[in-house]
């Protein structure tokens, strides 16, 4: 059974540093597009950076330069480096997996939390 | 940056009723958007993929259609556990975007 496992998220100060990591499972995240999708508490998805079978990589406009994404082939993991996070990044962090060939998202894993905070 | 207005923002209907949902992109997206459901404290799950296509599961009383800047996510004979916020999405370019949502509530 597919399975998106996210982990590492956690409450942490403005300007700090957080390391989420996406475990897979029964699929390789080196031949599909892996993405990243957050949602602010009490608002809507919002989707944040992805990682395409090729190894290109892409990012919203408000985490350029702060966030970056990477993956594991030989650990089928796929990892987002957050650093210099601001009070506008607190939200859930899902991990989704792309359909074949595509950029949308058959499966999710139950997301996890991050708060920035002081 | 496509931007995805969705309409209405809440739609209130009764079980057996049609829902009717909207999604309208800022440029042709071609037939490359999706539709989710997301539940509170559950992941999205994907309902239509390519505009019109139903994902592996979904019940036939879920239907999308349209092409280019207009699409329209139905939900026939709604059942209480479709309550839900849905979500279009577009595929079509970088960055992705989704639109900011239709809340169903079944009365």
């Known amino acids: 059974e597919v399975q998106v496992l996210e982990s590492g998220g956690g409450l942490v100060e403005p300007g700090g540093s957080l390391r989420l990591s996406c475990a897979a499972s029964e699929f390789s995240v080196g031949s599909c597009v892996v993405s990243w999708i957050r949602q602010i508490p009490g608002k809507g998805l919002e989707w944040v950076s992805a990682?395409?079978?090729?190894?290109?990589?892409h990012y919203i406009d408000s985490v350029k330069g702060r966030f970056t994404i990477s993956r594991d082939t030989s650990q089928n993991t796929v990892s987002l480096q957050m650093n210099n996070l601001r009070v506008d990044d607190t939200a859930i962090y899902y991990c989704a997996k792309g359909r074949p060939s595509a950029s949308i998202f058959d499966y999710w894993g139950q997301g996890t939390l991050v708060t920035v905070s002081s | 940056e496509t931007v995805l207005t969705q309409s209405p923002a809440t739609l209130s209907l009764s079980p057996g009723e049609r829902a009717t949902l909207s999604c309208r992109a800022s440029q042709s997206v071609g037939i490359a958007l999706a539709w989710y459901q997301h539940k509170p404290g559950q992941a999205p799950s994907l309902l239509i993929y390519e505009a019109s296509n139903r994902a592996t599961g979904i019940p036939g009383r879920f239907s999308g259609s349209g092409s280019g800047t207009d699409f329209t996510l139905t939900i026939d004979s709604l059942e209480p556990e479709d309550s839900a916020v849905y979500y279009c999405?577009?595929?079509?370019?970088?960055?992705?975007?989704f639109g900011g949502g239709t809340k169903v509530e079944i009365k």
């Open positions: 990682i395409v079978a090729r190894g290109e990589t």
């Open positions: 999405q577009h595929r079509g370019s970088w960055p992705l975007t």
